[in-house]
């Protein structure tokens, strides 16, 4: 994966965004955490994992993959707020049930809340990626859906969204 490069697009395009809502300067930590959690609950709700009560299919993997990297997005905002990075891993987690990995997730998003350091920041990082990993994602393809995605984004702040 080449972190270094979404870094950089996602600065650029943080950047354009606090232009455009003349925001430069302002501290916005809060709400890109949050907008982290909304994005991970969507993606929840797309795959369906904790909805035992439903018969109703997941939805289609290019969905899960666009919400999946909605939440891309914000990690490495959230990281371009802090000045932290995140360059891979060659660790592997353990986790094998998806809605366990969304629980430690969120769990490990209230950690980098509380204390917004490098190791959290990391750890929460590894198991986003961890959770792409167990709903089927390989790292090529989320690089590709974020490639995409980047300028779905750059369409909508030209257009007023």
């Not at 697009?9 to 455009?20: A, H, S, V």
């Not at 809060?30 to 907008?35: R, T």
Request: proline share 1%.
């Amino acid at each position: 994966m080449h972190w270094e490069k979404l870094y950089s697009m996602q600065k650029k395009l943080d950047d354009y965004i606090l232009e455009n809502h003349g925001l430069i300067g302002g501290n916005l930590f809060d709400k890109k955490l949050l907008a982290f959690f909304v994005e991970l609950g969507e993606l929840a709700n797309e795959t369906r994992c904790f909805k035992y009560w439903s018969k109703k299919k997941p939805s289609e993997k290019e969905t899960i993959l666009a919400e999946y990297v909605d939440g891309i997005h914000f990690l490495l905002s959230l990281g371009l707020e802090k000045g932290l990075r995140f360059y891979g891993t060659e660790e592997k987690v353990a986790e094998k049930d998806v809605t366990r990995q969304f629980n430690t997730v969120f769990k490990a998003a209230v950690t980098f809340q509380q204390n917004p350091n490098e190791q959290s920041y990391v750890y929460l990082f590894q198991h986003y990626i961890h959770l792409g990993e167990l709903l089927g994602f390989m790292l090529q393809e989320i690089y590709e859906a974020y490639l995409k995605k980047n300028e779905i984004n750059y369409e909508r702040q030209d257009t007023g969204y």
